[in-house]
């Protein structure tokens, strides 16, 4: 049987180390640099102000008074997590009032919220498409569409990143083979 070593004789690891040190030396380096204020257009690292042009936060929700009051009551009565996937235990009365809501909003039957975009993205793909279907998907697609495509088993094909000739291209030679097909883009690239 053959002794694992550990993973620091990985090539691809010692590549990334490699890569991690010679940004570190330039100070470039921006993996997990701990931030030292909430998430908006600029934050602090190592006590300098610097803009922020990585965040989540697209709407600047994130320390908006508003929604840390309400925060801070749901901490009150829920703690910080739900204890479970929602799947099984995890599911509060706020998720459903946020569904409801959500619904309401956009004058439909219904609406389900998920943890995250990768989360989102990667359970619709999987779970509405299938082996008779073709996603084709542009290049430059965030992984969270890429993993949805491989876990749903249909074909996907990819055309060049916002090149609509491409794009129709890619569904002229394909289209006829499948039951359905979907285009799939970011909204943001990231």
Request: hydrophobic share 40%.
């Amino acid at each position: 049987m053959k002794k694992i070593t550990g993973i620091t004789n990985n090539k691809k690891i010692k590549e990334f180390f490699k890569m991690f040190k010679y940004l570190s030396k330039l100070g470039l380096n921006s993996y997990m640099l701990p931030i030292q204020n909430a998430a908006s257009s600029s934050v602090l690292v190592d006590g300098q102000e610097l803009l922020m042009l990585g965040s989540y936060s697209y709407l600047g929700l994130i320390t908006h008074p508003e929604i840390i009051k309400v925060a801070h009551e749901a901490l009150e009565k829920y703690g910080v997590g739900a204890g479970g996937v929602r799947l099984l235990t995890g599911t509060t009365d706020l998720h459903h009032t946020l569904e409801r809501k959500i619904a309401k909003f956009k004058r439909t039957e219904d609406a389900m919220v998920l943890s995250s975009g990768y989360v989102t993205n990667m359970t619709i793909i999987s779970t509405l498409f299938g082996k008779d279907d073709l996603i084709v998907i542009d290049k430059y697609d965030h992984q969270s569409i890429y993993d949805g495509c491989i876990l749903s088993k249909a074909d996907w094909k990819r055309f060049n990143h916002n090149d609509m000739s491409d794009l129709a291209r890619v569904l002229e030679e394909n289209s006829e083979s499948y039951k359905r097909v979907i285009v799939v883009v970011d909204g943001v690239y990231s």
